[in-house]
């Protein structure tokens, strides 16, 4: 059987590369791309990567209660989904209590409840953008704040400038729990061509056309963002922004979906090393 993954194809650079990160010399220890024999194997690579994710939230300090929820399509059924657990802290995930929905919030493997907002947000997103394979959303302190300006972060370091002309500002019932159906469909329909959204009054999302592991980065990086923006402002000065072209070009270069899967194994390699409780 053909390998299968949980990624989309990405554009070459040269070379048959999709970076300028990939080294040129050959023989050096770098990150690649996972392939898998068969759908179980890649099931079980998404469900661990997965944990990671939300145990990462864990270190970043996301959590609120039981708000924030983190989905991931499964690899051979893409109408369901893996989400983590109803008020299960991040730090508690494990692939024991991961559960498996479908897009209408129908728990069909696992033992815990579903988050409600989250299956309404999150399950319109993937029903309605079948490319898009993850997606993040938690409560955190400096993307629920910026949230409340109503405004898009501005390319003031080449950080940020890997969301330049890459994210959206959603009014829509701003403030507003989302619980209800309608509120998951607006969101969505500002999911076209984006890996981040700022819904007003509510906080951050992020989506992923490549793997829960770059959904999982670039919300952590646009949280990061969301902080040095306020910071920036809190100084009365206004900053020297990064001119479009060269916000583009930064963002071809380091904003990508294979570019949040990169930073991502950085992380998942000091979870693997320090949470092995993770596998059970």
């Not at 300028?20 to 990150?31: A, D, K, N, S, V």
């Not at 944990?51 to 499964?74: E, K, M, N, P, S």
Request: net charge negative; with cysteine.
């Amino acid at each position: 059987m053909a390998a299968v993954m949980e990624t989309r194809p990405q554009a070459l650079i040269k070379d048959g590369k999709v970076s300028i990160y990939q080294p040129e010399q050959e023989g050096l220890i770098f990150p690649e791309l996972p392939s898998f024999s068969n759908p179980a194997a890649q099931r079980q690579h998404v469900k661990e990567r997965l944990v990671g994710a939300c145990r990462a939230f864990a270190q970043q300090g996301f959590d609120y209660g039981f708000a924030g929820h983190l989905t991931v399509r499964d690899p051979e059924n893409p109408g369901l989904y893996w989400t983590n657990p109803m008020a299960i802290h991040f730090s508690q995930v494990k692939v024991s209590n991961l559960i498996c929905a479908d897009h209408q919030g129908h728990v069909v493997e696992g033992r815990h409840a579903i988050n409600r907002a989250g299956f309404v947000l999150h399950a319109a997103v993937h029903e309605m953008h079948q490319d898009i394979v993850a997606m993040c959303h938690a409560h955190t302190v400096y993307g629920t704040a910026f949230a409340s300006l109503g405004r898009q972060l501005e390319p003031i370091t080449q950080d940020a400038a890997a969301f330049y002309e890459d994210h959206v500002v959603i009014g829509d019932e701003a403030g507003q729990v989302a619980v209800e159906v309608k509120a998951g469909h607006k969101v969505a329909n500002a999911f076209r061509d984006v890996k981040a959204a700022i819904h007003q009054n509510h906080g951050l999302l992020t989506a992923s056309r490549h793997s829960i592991e770059s959904a999982a980065f670039w919300f952590i990086a646009l949280e990061r963002c969301c902080q040095q923006q306020l910071l920036v402002e809190s100084t009365g000065i206004a900053p020297k922004l990064v001119t479009p072209e060269r916000a583009r070009y930064s963002r071809e270069h380091v904003g990508s979906d294979y570019i949040g899967w990169l930073h991502f194994q950085a992380i998942w390699d000091d979870l693997v090393a320090t949470q092995p409780d993770m596998f059970d």
